[in-house]
């Protein structure tokens, strides 16, 4: 008894190890991954907190040289960072409500099959068909100047507000609303409208959630609709604003012999590292800020919509 | 008669829910599809005229535009650089997302493993603009990374005015705002895989390694050929935004993809310059993306399909 377990110990002790150094192999790599994932950022972070001597001299890593504050105080006095600032804010409040507001509408009537809504395959045939072709740019952008909205706040609103992936995740999480529940609302003598808003809606919270903070986050990312539909720079978004700058500093480094001498200069006085790196900063601020609350939402949101069961 | 006046009352009810949105999608995603016109006529926007006026008042030319666009010399090496630059993509993310997927779910201990999860998605939240930014920042001719080659002897690179290292640049900036997202995508698929298969596994003496290859991998395969269909469908589309905020013009060459292209045609290099390319760009423009997207509805259509038939996908 004793010597067969005498034999067998070794023979543990060495699967116990092997285990042992594929767990801290397998553990560094997806630590040193995670590290060059936020290693850019805290880069940023330090540069942005540097001393300009101490930028342009290349001495910065991951950790800020001669602490300063500088370049975030000059930023508190540039109007037309805090316009967009606050541009791009109110476009992530008014571009959720409405894209919850029409998606949420819309996804009532496709879901409950007692609704019996007439001509619910052609709004089918529309949704299908909206996913899967469009215009394209130059005609979509000929469209909305036609429309007049060419510099209006609104371009930035209407054209993406009902998402037919938003819908069909919102109507797939509607179909497993309990058929009691609308039944017994309707014999109450309640209408369509209220039954939505009392019954589904509050039903349906960890699915709003997700398109929610779905929205949230594009609208709050999207820079290419400002930057097309907008001639009026005063009027764009945070991120429009930042690929502008971004935009000037990339024809500086590669196509200089473009421009005339004083615009370079002027190029690069705008485009001071540490400044640039305060503000890709903070416009990262409210991302990161929420990002905690709404990764959760997120993975359920990424499931639900591509792998249904 | 009471009965069929409620009904029709209901039916009012239920179209005014769907109106809004109905509107939304005719408005900006129905209606600019005439436009497509502009591509086999001699469209110029002109002052004074109405949009449809001026674009149904245009001299239609047939496919003149397409066999322009084809005779293009950069045509070929466009269409070239996007499946390159989206296929290449397709390999590395799914490859690299089984991977790390598989990887992570070997970590036993939770904390650590959601720990990684949270760091790792972060990229997959800012925009391109941002990312780009912060790649441009790292990989300057004066930035860390150019800095370090330069410490360890070497030659100082400049990563994204060279036509060999731009479409690097490009998969590695994709694996890092994506990676997270799809090894997550996966990792969840193989939590649902049922915990009895790897006990017999265990009990039949296979390793860890043996329990991924010979379980877990075999469990989650209709989800990885799932997302390459769909992806194949999606082969067109090489990144948009992503070539636009990292792109200059020293990397055409190797950088400029279908959508850049028709892009620049019709607006010309950005805000800066004087808009588009001269005379009948739009029509030009247009040609090109119509081309882009008859391509790209067949292949969305067909991987759809084939997922529909093959695979129980199910989308509306």
Redesign the interface.
């Known amino acids: 008894m004793q010597a067969a377990a005498l034999k067998k110990k070794p023979n543990k002790i060495g699967v116990s190890l092997s285990?042992k150094i594929?767990?801290a192999v397998?553990?560094a790599?997806?630590?040193l991954?995670?590290i060059?994932?936020?290693l850019?950022?805290i880069?940023?972070l330090a540069?942005s907190l540097s001393s300009r001597s101490a930028v342009s001299a290349?001495i910065v890593?991951f950790w800020p040289v001669d602490l300063t504050f500088n370049s975030y105080a000059y930023l508190l006095e540039q109007s037309a960072f805090f316009v967009a600032f606050g541009i791009s804010v109110a476009r992530v409040l008014v571009g959720t409500a409405v894209c919850l507001?029409?998606?949420a509408?819309?996804a009532?009537?496709?879901a409950f099959a007692r609704?019996k809504?007439?001509?619910r395959r052609f709004?089918?045939c529309?949704?299908?068909?909206?996913?899967?072709?469009?215009?394209?740019?130059?005609?979509?952008?000929?469209?909305?100047?036609?429309?007049g909205l060419v510099d209006s706040f609104w371009v930035l609103i209407?054209?993406?507000?009902?998402s037919p992936w938003n819908?069909?995740l919102l109507?797939n999480f509607f179909r497993n609303v309990p058929n009691e529940m609308l039944e017994s609302a309707e014999i109450e003598g309640a209408?369509?409208?209220r039954i939505?808003l009392q019954i589904v809606l509050p039903v349906s919270l960890p699915i709003i959630a997700t398109i929610t903070l779905l929205s949230v986050?594009g609208h709050?990312?999207?820079?290419?609709d400002a930057?097309?539909y907008m001639?009026d720079?005063s009027k764009w978004p945070l991120?429009?604003y930042?690929?502008?700058i971004?935009?000037?500093?990339?024809?500086l480094?590669?196509?200089m012999q473009q421009y005339p001498p004083e615009q370079i200069e002027e190029m690069l006085k705008s485009n001071d590292?540490t400044l640039?790196?305060a503000q890709?900063f903070i416009?990262?601020i409210p991302?990161?800020c929420v990002?905690?609350f709404m990764?959760r939402y997120?993975?359920q949101g990424?499931?639900l919509g591509?792998?249904?069961e | 008669m009471m009965q069929i006046r409620s009904k029709t009352k209901?039916?009012i009810?239920?179209?005014s829910?769907?109106l809004?949105?109905?509107v939304?999608?005719?408005?900006?995603?129905?209606?600019?599809?005439?436009?497509?016109w502009?591509a086999f006529s001699r469209y110029q926007?002109q002052y004074g005229m109405?949009?449809?006026e001026a674009?149904f008042s245009a001299d239609f030319v047939g496919l003149g535009f397409f066999s322009m666009v084809f005779s293009r010399p950069d045509f070929q090496r466009v269409l070239f650089n996007t499946l390159y630059i989206s296929i290449v993509k397709l390999v590395l993310l799914i490859g690299l997302g089984v991977l790390?997927s598989l990887?992570?779910n070997?970590?036993?201990y939770l904390r650590?493993k959601k720990?990684?999860?949270?760091?790792?998605?972060?990229?997959y939240?800012?925009?391109w603009?941002?990312l780009?930014?912060?790649?441009?920042?790292?990989l300057?001719?004066?930035g860390?990374i150019n800095?370090l080659i330069e410490a360890c002897g070497g030659e100082a690179v400049s990563f994204?005015?060279s036509n060999t290292w731009f479409p690097v640049v490009l998969f590695v900036s994709e694996m890092?705002k994506s990676?997270?997202?799809e090894a997550?995508?996966f990792l969840?698929?193989i939590t649902a895989v049922a915990p009895g298969l790897y006990e017999a596994a265990q009990i039949d003496g296979a390793n860890?390694v043996q329990q991924c290859l010979h379980v877990t991998l075999p469990c989650i395969r209709p989800?990885i050929i799932?997302m390459v269909v769909l992806n194949i469908g999606n082969i067109m589309n090489a990144g948009f935004?992503q070539v636009?905020?990292l792109y200059?013009?020293?990397v055409y060459q190797s950088g400029d993809i279908i959508?850049t292209m028709?892009?620049r045609i019709?607006?010309g290099d950005?805000?800066?310059s004087s808009g588009g390319g001269g005379i009948y760009s739009?029509s030009i423009?247009?040609a090109v993306?119509?081309f882009?997207?008859v391509i790209c509805?067949i292949m969305?259509?067909a991987s759809y399909l084939f997922a529909a038939k093959k695979l129980d996908?199910?989308?509306?």
């Open positions: 285990r594929f767990l397998i553990i790599v997806l630590g991954w995670s060059l994932c936020i850019p950022f880069y940023i540069v290349g890593t507001a029409v998606t509408l819309a009532y009537p496709l609704k809504l007439k001509g709004y089918v529309l949704i299908l068909m909206c996913m899967f072709f469009n215009g394209g740019t130059v005609p979509t952008y000929c469209m909305i100047a036609a429309y209407l054209p993406g507000a009902l819908l069909i109507v209408g369509d409208y939505l986050v709050w990312n999207n820079w290419f930057y097309l001639n720079s991120q429009t930042i690929y502008n971004m935009e000037s500093f990339q024809k480094e590669y196509n590292l640039r790196s890709i416009s990262m991302i990161l990002y905690p990764q997120f993975v990424i499931l591509s792998v249904k | 209901k039916q009810v239920l179209h829910m769907m809004p949105g109905a939304l999608l005719i408005l900006f995603n129905v209606l600019p599809i005439l436009g497509l502009m926007p109405g949009y449809f674009l790390t990887l992570l070997e970590i036993p650590l720990t990684i999860q949270v760091i790792v998605f972060i990229p939240f800012l925009s603009v941002i780009a930014s912060v790649m441009m920042d790292l300057s001719l004066s860390p800095r994204l005015g890092w990676l997270g997202y997550i995508y969840a698929a860890r989800i799932l935004e636009l905020s200059n013009s020293a959508d028709a892009y019709a607006f950005g805000k800066g739009y423009s247009t993306s119509f882009k997207s509805c969305f259509g996908y199910e989308v509306l």
